[in-house]
């Protein structure tokens, strides 16, 4: 499917928000309280969820149509709220698209540098997004002289869509993960993952319980949404309406309990917002129309 | 790819068993402590895992490919470890397969029906083996008098896969799980999921602290195990070999951390026996010579 040619001025054409399930959730959530009036379509490939475990072809595959897809909605810029299609699939979806082209990685790295003061960064998130190297390379790229302690914490994402995001359980979880990095120094900790906002809280109670000095969380949905804000103004692509915006949400796949711990993340009702598309590799595919 | 013709006498071949993942490998540790002379197969289906949220026509094709592909290994029998595909591909592969195969829901199901005096049996499992209503349909084809008590646990699947099998937190959401249980009469557990009997010593002590009467926990690795020791010597098809058997590991995907898990799963080294396959809905299809 081509491209569509765009039927409204651009800066009233919705965002396009994509990841493999329901995390990028968290940065809607976000987008939304920054840009209250901007239309936002949501794409879940709820169906092909979870993208970690894949190799960095099918990723790019995957994100590809899930990009084109979204584009065929005449979206006017795209956050890929996914770490690992953010860490494999990026440049592609650059080069495949005339929108400007968000990811989380980046903007959180970038804040991080900024913030530390030790030089000393702590990265937790999931095995894969850890094992990917992604978020020490942005870092290092940033600073070399930084040195990064990458914990991943595989039990938190079950955790948080079970909706476990407060309590003993999680409290001592969060503990068994963080509890090696104090004494190091670290006065900075990336939330590495869209699910980590949810129990941002119960991180911090735990940091404050640790023997740490004064530690800074930074989290992928306000940060992203920050950066996507200030990117979308300095390029005119901000919307001027003042009514609240539509949202949309677009799922591969509806499985059975998924609305519920959707909410969750969005933190309040999708109240039939959610629709079911089809998504192959042969259905949607990015084709970009020669510029100039 | 046709079925061979067999190059030995029927005993003498190995049993292929087959699971979405890592799961089963505590299905074939109990068969190899049952039947330590029998050559085994395991086929990990990692590249397509987890099978849960697939719909039953996916469920069936996966399970066909596998089971072809394992019968492309000239085994005598298939015993398919995995909930999803026991639940929704049994009957397709039976029809498709010259040799028996043994699911995990029936016997446990009958091994719980014989068990239970108070006609209370409550089944454990994923969210998705729970919804699926798959022994709770098995166990009133037994007896419909039967009351069914269904939790699903889903934090209890990552827990065991990070090996956290014991300790606090684990003994806490176990509780979260079984503690509405107490005072209905329950007395006999399914562990519905195979992963459940690595953490069986910490259930059955949970179970303990609780106020419950007596209960018998029913796991699907001793039980299946057994059944399928029985169902071969029935048919003659226990090998005569005196010899330790040689056990094989053919993984669609060999993802990062995967042996470690595996291992853990198996409860002992799987030193160089895992082999990448490739499983693709071409390449392997059930073709049933005709009999007679």
């Known amino acids: 499917m081509s491209q569509p040619s765009s039927r409204t001025v651009p800066s009233a054409r919705p965002i396009g928000i994509f990841d493999s399930g329901v995390g990028g959730?968290?940065?809607?959530?976000?987008?939304i309280e920054r840009l209250p009036t901007e239309d936002m379509i949501y794409l879940g490939d709820t169906a092909?969820?979870?993208?970690?475990?894949?190799?960095?072809?099918?990723?790019?595959?995957?994100a590809t149509n899930a990009a084109a897809l979204l584009r065929s909605h005449d979206i006017k810029a795209?956050?890929?709220?996914?770490?690992?299609?953010?860490?494999?699939?990026?440049?592609?979806?650059?080069?495949?698209?005339?929108?400007?082209?968000?990811?989380?990685?980046?903007?959180?790295?970038?804040r991080a540098a900024?913030?530390?003061?030790?030089?000393?960064?702590?990265?937790?998130?999931?095995?894969?997004?850890?094992?990917?190297?992604?978020?020490?390379?942005?870092?290092?790229?940033?600073r070399s002289q930084i040195d990064v302690y990458p914990v991943a914490c595989p039990l938190l994402v079950p955790l948080a869509e079970e909706g476990w995001t407060t309590g003993s359980v999680t409290e001592q979880v969060?503990?068994?993960?963080?509890?090696?990095l104090s004494g190091t120094g670290v006065d900075t900790m990336i939330l590495g993952c869209t699910h980590y906002p949810l129990m941002q809280q119960t991180i911090a109670e735990v940091v404050e319980r640790l023997p740490f000095e004064v530690v800074t969380l930074v989290d992928s949905a306000r940060t992203t949404s920050q950066a996507?804000?200030?990117a979308l103004r300095e390029k005119s692509l901000l919307s001027d309406e003042n009514a609240a915006g539509v949202h949309r949400f677009l799922l591969t796949d509806l499985p059975q309990g998924f609305i519920e711990t959707a909410e969750r993340f969005f933190g309040r009702s999708l109240d039939g917002a959610c629709e079911h598309v089809d998504i192959t590799d042969s259905t949607f595919s990015l084709v970009v129309p020669p510029t100039g």
Do not use: W
Request: charged letters at 20%; glycine letters at 6%.
């Open 174 to 180: 969060i503990e068994h993960y963080l509890s090696p």
């Open 48 to 62: 092909r969820v979870p993208y970690g475990n894949r190799g960095p072809e099918t990723v790019r595959r995957y």
């Open 228 to 230: 996507v804000e200030e």
């Open 25 to 31: 959730l968290t940065v809607m959530k976000a987008l």
């Open 78 to 110: 795209l956050v890929v709220a996914c770490n690992t299609a953010s860490a494999y699939a990026l440049e592609a979806l650059r080069d495949g698209l005339d929108i400007p082209v968000f990811g989380v990685i980046a903007p959180v790295a970038r």
């Open 114 to 142: 900024e913030l530390t003061e030790t030089d000393k960064i702590a990265i937790l998130g999931t095995r894969g997004t850890i094992q990917s190297n992604s978020y020490q390379r942005s870092l290092l790229n940033l």
